[in-house]
């Protein structure tokens, strides 16, 4: 009794083939989209986290919310100004998990790496790479990018002629005692929580102007806050990372994902400021 064994033809081996390369070709997209699905609400969950720890300080601290930045001078690095950032400041209220400042579709602006050959190479200073350097006072944390920015749009310019008689309008500033004008805020002083952005995608940093800011949401552009603001305008890093879109955080804990012309800066309502129709004084 003769056994005959069945193989496969050359033809349909290339039809299988041909098979499995059609599936893959659709199947790759959707899973793709599906990864950034998730990381975006990674995103925005980190966001959601930072905005309830911005809250825990407020009540913590007699109502005043956390400076985005501030000037120490510790003895141990010989009594020198060390700028500490946000980050450092809302550190304990995160339960010291780094990852918190930064978004997981972002490879490069990683505040969780610590300061890395990237951020070096960013800043274009001599710096030594510190896996380490995160929510510690130090003068080269400001160097170390993150994903999140906080929002820190209307400042005002230190050496604007008239700063006396221009009121600050961010949710987070800086103390006068550090040299700055913007002053602290309370969150009592917040109008409409639901239409104040706190935290957002990306930074406002750039090699040529403020490299150091790279976690902050600023103009590059003006020296001050004038009505018609848009992020893309100024080609910010970040505000298009989802899709042409951007996650923000508010006042009171809701995320949207906005394209940044859909931030409204005017003069009915801006998005930006803790007086929602700041723009009409």
Same mark, same amino acid.
């Given at each position: 009794m003769t056994i005959r064994r069945s193989a496969f033809t050359l033809i349909e081996i290339l039809v299988v083939v041909a098979i499995i390369a059609l599936l893959?070709?659709?199947?790759?997209?959707?899973?793709?989209?599906?990864?950034?699905?998730?990381r975006r609400a990674t995103c925005g969950s980190n966001q959601r986290q930072l905005a309830t720890a911005a809250?825990?300080?407020?009540?913590?601290?007699?109502?005043?919310?956390?400076?985005?930045?501030?000037?120490?001078?510790?003895?141990?690095?010989?009594?020198q100004e060390v700028e500490s950032t946000y980050?450092?400041?809302?550190?304990?209220?995160?339960?010291?998990?780094?990852q918190v400042f930064d978004c997981p579709s972002e490879k &490069?602006?990683? @505040? !969780? $790496?610590?300061?890395?050959?990237?951020?070096?190479?960013?800043?274009g200073e001599a710096l030594t790479?510190?896996?380490?350097?995160?929510?510690?006072?130090?003068?080269?944390?400001?160097?170390?990018?993150?994903?999140?920015?906080?929002?820190g749009a209307h400042w005002i310019w230190d050496h604007d002629p008239d700063f006396q008689s221009k009121?600050?309008?961010?949710?987070?500033?800086?103390?006068?005692?550090?040299?700055?004008?913007?002053g602290l805020k309370r969150y009592s002083q917040i109008k409409c929580p639901s239409r104040l952005i706190w935290f957002g995608d990306g930074g406002s940093g750039n090699t040529d102007t403020w490299?150091?800011?790279?976690?902050?949401?600023?103009?590059? &552009?003006?020296? @001050? !806050? $004038?009505?018609?603001?848009?992020?893309?305008?100024?080609?910010?890093?970040?505000?298009?990372?989802?899709?042409?879109?951007?996650?923000?955080?508010?006042?009171?804990?809701?995320?949207?994902?906005?394209y940044p012309k859909n931030i409204r800066c005017n003069r009915d309502q801006c998005w930006w400021s803790v007086s929602?129709?700041?723009?009409r004084h």
């Open positions: 893959v070709a659709i199947l790759l997209p959707s899973l793709e989209n599906a990864r950034e699905s998730a809250t825990a300080y407020a009540a913590a601290n007699r109502d005043w919310m956390n400076p985005m930045q501030e000037s120490y001078f510790p003895a141990e690095f010989g009594g980050r450092v400041t809302l550190f304990p209220y995160v339960g010291r998990m780094p &490069v602006a990683v @505040y !969780a $790496d610590g300061l890395s050959e990237s951020d070096i190479a960013y800043s790479p510190d896996p380490k350097l995160v929510g510690k006072l130090n003068p080269n944390e400001k160097w170390n990018a993150s994903g999140i920015g906080i929002a009121k600050s309008s961010m949710p987070f500033g800086r103390t006068v005692e550090s040299g700055h004008h913007e490299g150091d800011d790279s976690w902050w949401i600023k103009r590059v &552009v003006v020296e @001050y !806050a $004038d009505p018609g603001f848009n992020r893309e305008q100024q080609n910010d890093y970040g505000c298009q990372r989802h899709g042409k879109r951007a996650n923000y955080v508010w006042a009171d804990g809701h995320v949207e994902l906005l929602l129709d700041w723009h």
